[in-house]
């Protein structure tokens, strides 16, 4: 395994480790697939809203990126920045940073933060981590904001975070396929 991966999927294990032991601690269990944790997940009307709203979301927020990338210079200079910063990416890398990513974020802000914080001070803090100092990144930000709020909604509504984890997991891994076809082009 690549160096690379390896810095990501420590940093993701961390980061779910600490979601994952908040939550418990806080006597709120893994609402990952039901919000109780006592129904079995196949019969959770939750898991179903859950995740048919992660994928409308993921579907809606591909679409608007897509046409914004094309229309707006902010959303072109953050694909065209993501793609010189990360270089080329093979398929692993992208279903490693995918998978490691949208469970630990999920995990750590909607399933143990948001409960204790709140969804808007959650999306916040969301948003800011997206963070970086550089001109082209400063769309991604508001944008990490905006979708903290989306993401917390859906896990606010059906108190399932598989909604959630499936349409960050969607967003990413095709954001990344485009940034990855971007930094080919490049190279």
Do not use: C
């Amino acid at each position: 395994m690549p160096n690379r991966e390896r810095t990501v999927l420590l940093i993701y294990t961390l980061l779910a480790a600490v979601g994952i032991a908040w939550s418990g601690f806080a006597g709120r269990g893994l609402p990952v697939l039901s919000p109780t944790n006592s129904e079995s997940f196949i019969e959770s009307p939750a898991l179903l809203l859950s995740l048919g709203a992660g994928v409308l979301l993921a579907g809606l927020s591909l679409a608007f990126t897509a046409v914004a990338r094309r229309h707006w210079v902010r959303f072109q200079r953050l694909h065209e920045a993501f793609a010189k910063a990360l270089g080329p990416l093979s398929q692993r890398e992208i279903i490693v940073l995918t998978l490691s990513s949208s469970i630990a974020e999920e995990l750590f802000f909607r399933v143990a933060m948001q409960p204790a914080i709140g969804l808007w001070p959650t999306a916040l803090i969301f948003g800011a981590v997206h963070f970086i100092p550089h001109p082209d990144f400063r769309i991604w930000t508001p944008w990490a904001f905006v979708m903290g709020v989306l993401f917390g909604g859906i896990f606010e509504i059906t108190g399932v975070a598989a909604g959630p984890i499936l349409a960050h997991a969607l967003i990413n891994y095709y954001g990344l396929r485009g940034i990855a076809s971007q930094s080919n082009r490049d190279n």
